[in-house]
């Protein structure tokens, strides 16, 4: 008698976990990147940018040990493009995707149509291993 009980239990799991994992027709939101306004970034040196109230060739502001700034400080940091910032000598990754600063000179993020605000510091690990 038990057999049936287990068969149909067993059954009736296995519809419930179909019909959990069955595609739903419900529409999500989609990620849309057109319709940012902009990119924060974190990360080492395949990421950082130069800013003016960074470092040279470490930061766009401020550094690890002294992090601390105020607003007004990072609102009028300019992007420094002066080709020695990555090994191809020129713009990184996120001043490509963010068209944010590729050209020679200074870019204030505020000017850019998808502002890049870049927290990443040269040499620093992301990770030991």
Same mark, same amino acid.
């Given at each position: 008698?038990?057999?049936?009980? $287990?068969? &149909?239990?067993? #059954?009736?799991?296995? &519809?419930?976990?179909? $019909? ?22 974190? %990360?080492? &040196? /395949?990421? /950082?940018?130069?800013?003016?109230? %960074?470092?040279?060739? /470490? &930061?766009?502001? =401020? ?16 992007? $420094? ?12 990754? $996120?001043? /490509? #995707? @963010? ?11 505020? @000017? ?10 040269? =040499? ?6």
């Amino acid at each position: 008698m038990q057999l049936p009980f $287990v068969l &149909s239990s067993l #059954l009736l799991l296995t &519809s419930v976990r179909a $019909v959990d994992a069955s595609p739903t027709t419900k529409s999500t939101d989609k990620f849309q990147w057109s319709s940012k306004k902009g990119l924060i970034a974190f %990360g080492d &040196s /395949y990421t /950082y940018v130069q800013g003016t109230h %960074g470092h040279q060739n /470490y &930061s766009f502001i =401020g550094d690890a040990f002294d992090f601390a700034f105020d607003e007004q400080t990072l609102l009028s940091n300019k992007i $420094v493009q002066n080709q020695t910032a990555t090994a191809e000598g020129g713009p990184n990754w $996120v001043e /490509y #995707l @963010t068209d944010c600063g590729v050209k020679p000179g200074l870019t204030s993020p505020r @000017t850019c149509k998808k502002q890049l605000w870049d927290f990443a510091f040269a =040499g620093s690990d992301i990770s030991t291993h």
